[in-house]
């Protein structure tokens, strides 16, 4: 089993920034693919930025730019820097990590862009 939790989100300004964290324990060892999802309301899940074991990134079109995704392993922790926030990213925000077959998720973390 592997256990994530997420710190970070709040109410920021159109143009602010946050930097979002996401604590891994338990069974981290093989964990390869961290990412960062997701979800606005009535809207589905989507990924925002993932991460391989590597150092390999991805980025949603949306976000590319603007957000950095980082992985520090010896810590066992996943970030999102996250700058020139725009209103559409508010969301509830997920850290997820995958583990040989399984995927696991936090409890997700509310970022609120609005002025």
């Known amino acids: 089993q592997v256990q994530l939790v997420e710190s970070g989100g709040g109410l920021v300004q159109p143009g602010g920034s946050l930097r979002l964290s996401c604590a891994a324990s338990g069974s981290i060892f093989s964990i390869r693919t961290m990412g960062w999802y997701r979800q606005a309301p009535g809207k589905e899940r989507e990924l925002v930025a993932a991460?391989?074991?590597?150092?390999?990134?991805n980025y949603a079109d949306s976000v590319k730019g603007r957000f950095t995704i980082s992985r520090e392993n010896a810590k066992s922790t996943l970030y999102l820097q996250m700058n020139s926030l725009k209103p559409e990213d508010t969301a509830v925000y997920y850290c997820n990590a995958q583990r040989f077959a399984t995927e696991y998720w936090g409890q997700g973390t509310q970022v609120t862009v609005s002025s």
């Open positions: 991460i391989t074991s590597v150092g390999n990134r």
